[in-house]
């Protein structure tokens, strides 16, 4: 199934991860969900858009901000997804729910907030 995000929900979801950033605070999934009023499939298409931005990030060698949405349970950690996102995209290795993906995650949200992202990211 290929999903697609219209340009104005794509720039909505750059400026909420924008706003995090320089806010310093991370943003769970239903929240974006909300904000963005992605239509359905919504999180399927969330979940498309932030691994198409991950890529972008991996190919720019920048700190991948797609790191800043996590799932509001306890761990507090990104769904399993993303860290299958990032081990393919040569970012991240081993298990997605152990002490290393928590770690990395750690490392990589401090990396995405001290980073300074050009303003003109656009999808493919």
Not at 6 to 12: G, I, K, L, V
Not at 59 to 78: C, F, K, M, Y
Not at 109 to 119: G, K, L
Request: proline share 5%; aromatic share 8%.
């Amino acid at each position: 199934m290929s999903v697609r995000i219209s340009r104005q929900h794509w720039d909505a979801l750059l400026n909420e991860l924008d706003l995090a950033r320089r806010q310093r605070h991370l943003v769970t999934y239903r929240a974006l969900l909300e904000r963005l009023q992605l239509p359905t499939p919504a999180m399927q298409t969330l979940t498309a858009a932030l691994e198409h931005l991950a890529a972008i990030d991996a190919r720019a060698e920048q700190p991948l901000r797609s790191s800043l949405v996590i799932s509001q349970g306890a761990s507090r950690l990104p769904r399993t997804g993303f860290f299958e996102c990032a081990e393919r995209l040569g970012r991240f290795t081993g298990p997605s729910d152990g002490v290393a993906a928590a770690s990395w995650h750690a490392a990589e949200i401090v990396r995405v907030f001290e980073f300074d992202y050009a303003q003109a990211v656009k999808p493919e």
